[in-house]
């Protein structure tokens, strides 16, 4: 029904930088907003950044002013999350989000998940 495709992911030092990219596809009716979720081994997953389809931006604490979510502008099914000054405890697998509806079921909010992208901060 909707595929979630990301890209982006790899090894970079402290301090580095990376691009996660996420493009959605499918039976879209409506995008609530989409966004990313990490997870480190052995940690519940947690909220990076979400934005939402008016552009309002939701981040964890933990990446405030280091992260910045953007949409893609000319297409509202692809976002991107600017990862700085990234730290060690960054690291982990990291999913794109959408939450929206689908056209087989107009009526029902759900959340559609990516298959994840693994973010490995180390020296």
């Known amino acids: 029904q909707v595929q979630l495709v990301e890209s982006g992911g790899g090894l970079v030092q402290p301090g580095g930088s990376l691009r996660l990219s996420c493009e959605a596809s499918?039976?879209?009716?409506?995008?609530?907003?989409m966004g990313w979720y990490r997870q480190a081994p052995g940690k519940e997953r947690e909220l990076v950044a979400s934005?939402?389809?008016?552009?309002?931006?939701?981040y964890g604490d933990n990446v405030k002013g280091r992260f910045t979510i953007a949409g893609d502008g000319a297409k509202n099914t692809i976002v991107h999350l600017q990862l700085n000054s990234l730290k060690p405890e960054d690291t982990g697998f990291y999913y794109c989000?959408?939450?929206?509806?689908?056209?087989?079921?107009?009526?029902?909010?759900?959340?559609?998940w990516g298959q994840g992208t693994q973010v490995t901060v180390s020296s």
């Open positions: 499918g039976s879209i009716f409506r995008i609530n907003s």
């Open positions: 934005i939402a389809s008016g552009g309002s931006t939701n």
């Open positions: 989000n959408l939450h929206g509806r689908t056209w087989q079921d107009p009526g029902k909010d759900d959340d559609y």
